[in-house]
């Protein structure tokens, strides 16, 4: 009999051969399997996605000593209660992307690689039926002699976008992509960097001195990271020969114009290069308008403001936020507790602000709506919601909800937002309750159990406004999205296979363009894509 601590187990797998048979062969009551053959001749992939359902198991109920038979091929969980925290009778998005993030880490660093099993047990897709749609378009070899930088959500659906990138013809090493701290999930991290990809090394990585640094912006960070990848790619551009046949080209797949941004700070950087770029928030192609005159020296796809990603996409992602935002307060205050009847503030009420607010709505919330665009007022009053001024927001508010992209507190009286009790954002970055926490305020509402050193749960962790806890707002996952609760995909595949297909389209479009400057994503293709997606979906 062997006893393995949890967070030790992939290390001890690696040094003990003999053990893996016995975990081939697992049988532990209360853990579903994923269907199996019978005959498998890769036992490590087995294994793997036995090492993850077991790492579940033993943190859904606080336990963090295994112990393994290898005669018998059982392994029992013991209550050793060294987590230093209590059992969890429903393991949250959260903790469960939190182990998987600390065992996939593990399992990089001790040489292993990826299996299709473990892929499917993460739910990580071989294809996306409307992505392979643009895909088929005859774009092969069109993109020879490009390099690719990129700001992305590093998700499940992100590998099927690279592998047809790559058909396209942007080889592997010649991508260079930087995740966001908040969505990164390390499985794809690990993924991509398998197939040769550079993926930069803070991708999900936070430090807890630097986030709770006085005035921290996970943008000022951002910035630095993607700088030093585009001098990467930029040298590695300048190494291929420019040829008539297929010049070389710099590609940018933006998400909130950081490289756009940066580019743009130095040209000298990118002189005498072709560049196309696609930029696909808001957020971003807002920025992208308000940038100086040597941004026109390159076309940018406004995948943003396209109208599946207006009329399609914002829906998903108002309801991948109420769902979240019911999970989370049900962890803190109870199973039973819910959105039904709480006062819920929306600031901002464009497409995603719109979407939830009407989900809220939908849930029984009493919703009001703040916005300094008097268009927007009148489309919430056109809705029938209820709009009021920063001043109105009062101790019956339950909750502040930000969905403009933007640092929003400026616009309050600092009495009236302390008297919120929840401060959630749904855009982007930290940028929505931006100067909040520092060394003094920003104690974790800590969750249970809260695993040791954790990057991910630090990220996502709950935390109180005031100096000590319990005292002020509580701000929901540290001030990042709250629907990047640490799962492959927030949104199901069957859904955001649509903004992967818009962002390929997207680069397709830029590429062609002899156009500088935001370009508007084609009419035609939009139809297309939309009645393709509605398709698929079985809606016409």
Not at 166 to 187: E, P
Not at 363 to 375: E, L
Request: proline share 6%.
């Amino acid at each position: 009999m062997l006893a393995l601590k949890v967070y030790d187990l992939m290390c001890q797998i690696a040094l003990e051969p003999k053990l893996v048979k016995a975990l081939g062969q697992l049988n532990l009551k209360g853990i579903s399997y994923l269907p199996l053959e019978e005959q498998m001749e890769n036992e490590g992939a087995r294994r793997d996605q036995a090492i993850l359902q077991l790492a579940h198991k033993a943190v859904q109920t606080g336990m963090s000593t295994l112990e393994i038979d290898e005669n018998k091929a059982q392994i029992f969980l013991r209550g050793t209660k060294e987590l230093g925290s209590s059992p969890c009778a429903n393991l949250d998005d959260v903790t469960r992307g939190a182990v998987d993030d600390y065992l996939v880490r593990l399992l990089e660093e001790n040489a292993h690689k990826t299996s299709p099993l473990l892929e499917q047990a993460l739910g990580i897709p071989n294809n996306l039926p409307l992505l392979d749609l643009v895909g088929e378009s005859n774009m092969d070899g069109a993109f020879t002699n490009t390099v690719l930088v990129g700001v992305q959500h590093l998700l499940g659906s992100t590998i099927p976008l690279v592998k047809w990138l790559n058909n396209w013809g942007v080889n592997y090493d010649r991508m260079f992509i930087c995740g966001k701290a908040y969505s990164t999930h390390a499985f794809i991290a690990w993924k991509l960097r398998e197939l040769g990809v550079h993926v930069h090394p803070n991708s999900g990585s936070l430090s807890e001195s630097r986030f709770l640094s006085e005035g921290y912006s996970y943008d000022t960070d951002l910035r630095v990271y993607i700088t030093s990848m585009l001098d990467e790619a930029i040298e590695t551009l300048r190494c291929l020969p420019d040829e008539v046949e297929a010049p070389r080209r710099l590609l940018v797949l933006d998400d909130g114009a950081t490289c756009i941004e940066a580019l743009n700070a130095a040209p000298e950087r990118w002189a005498g290069l072709r560049i196309s770029a696609v930029e696909q928030t808001r957020r971003g192609a807002r920025l992208v308008q308000s940038t100086s005159k040597p941004l026109t020296a390159f076309p940018v796809s406004n995948v943003a403001e396209s109208s599946p990603k207006l009329e399609l996409e914002s829906p998903l992602i108002g309801l991948s936020v109420v769902a979240e935002l019911q999970t989370r307060i049900s962890r803190i205050e109870g199973k039973e507790a819910g959105l039904d009847g709480r006062q819920i503030t929306v600031i901002g009420f464009g497409s995603v602000g719109k979407a939830v607010a009407k989900y809220l709505r939908d849930s029984g919330a009493k919703v009001a709506i703040i916005d300094t665009d008097p268009r927007k007022l009148q489309a919430a009053q056109n809705e029938r919601f209820h709009c009021i001024s920063p001043s109105e927001v009062s101790d019956t508010t339950d909750c502040l909800l930000g969905c403009t992209g933007f640092s929003i507190l400026g616009n309050f009286p600092d009495k009236n937002w302390k008297m919120c009790r929840y401060l959630v954002s749904a855009s982007s970055s930290n940028a929505e309750f931006y100067g909040l926490l520092g060394p003094a305020r920003g104690h974790p509402q800590v969750p249970a159990p809260m695993l040791p050193d954790s990057d991910h749960q630090r990220i996502h962790a709950d935390r109180w406004v005031g100096t000590t806890p319990g005292e002020g707002p509580l701000l929901l996952a540290g001030g990042f999205p709250i629907n990047f609760p640490g799962t492959s995909d927030p949104i199901p595949l069957s859904d955001i296979q649509l903004t992967r297909a818009l962002i390929l389209s997207g680069a397709r479009q830029a590429h062609e363009s002899e156009t500088s400057g935001l370009i508007p994503f084609d009419i035609k293709e939009a139809r297309w894509i939309t009645r393709a997606y509605q398709e698929l979906r079985g809606e016409v």
